[in-house]
């Protein structure tokens, strides 16, 4: 079965904190894809980052960062001196046909100014 | 390129009307997915078109029907609606063809009274 687990539901920080969104996930695929999404309040899933099963180097965009850790089964979100333009809420998702999307129940993130 | 859109954006019914909600791709991809969005139950996928043809469903009553045609466009549809259908219903496209990423448009509210 395929499940993705994320424990926090709201976060606050004050603006130019980092925050780190945690993402659990299970599945029993070896061949599986992890996504973030951000979620503005207008509604629109916006797309983050997508990362392969078999790729697990981290990777940076500007002052976004992920952490993709097989052997815990976590792929954390992490905002560096976050802005209130950050504030939305970031799902996290797992597919492994790229047909089906298995989405966790969101982090809401506000930033304070 | 255009990114995928929905129409209408909000609507509003009484139980048990019927709702059609249109979606067209990012012109080129070829799978279509529906999802809705609830407070209590999250993002919940609905199902998935690919060249007109249904390759995934999830777990809804057979109240909501979904089609795609031949230029990729999809409808969905929920009949006899139910004050629990108030949503926010997304769609997503992808390539479909092992490009695993799907974008999503921005949503139509439908409110059930």
């Known amino acids: 079965a395929q499940k993705v687990t994320q424990a926090q539901t709201e976060i606050s920080v004050v603006e130019k904190e980092d925050v780190t969104l945690d993402c659990v996930y299970e599945t029993r695929d070896t061949t599986y894809y992890l996504f973030w999404y951000k979620q503005p309040p207008s509604g629109e899933l916006v797309f983050l980052i997508r990362?392969?099963?078999?790729?697990?180097q981290n990777e940076i965009s500007g002052r976004y960062s992920w952490n993709f850790q097989k052997s815990t089964s976590s792929f954390n979100f992490t905002i560096t001196a976050s802005q209130v333009v950050d504030s939305a809420v970031y799902f996290c998702a797992l597919t492994y046909t790229g047909n089906q999307f298995y989405f966790g129940t969101g982090t809401s993130l506000t930033v304070i100014p | 390129k255009a990114g995928v859109t929905q129409t209408p954006r909000y609507l509003i019914k009484t139980r048990g009307q019927q709702v059609t909600l249109s979606c067209s791709p990012i012109s080129g991809h070829r799978s279509v997915s529906w999802y809705q969005q609830t407070p209590g139950q999250g993002l919940q996928f609905l199902f998935e078109y690919f060249s007109e043809t249904q390759r995934n469903k999830g777990n809804f009553p057979g109240r909501f029907s979904g089609r795609q045609f031949s230029n990729s466009r999809s409808e969905m549809n929920v009949s006899t609606l139910e004050l629990g259908d108030s949503a926010l219903y997304l769609c997503a496209s992808s390539g479909g063809d092992g490009q695993e990423t799907q974008y999503f448009g921005p949503g139509t509210r439908l409110l059930v009274l």
């Open positions: 990362r392969n099963s078999f790729d697990e």
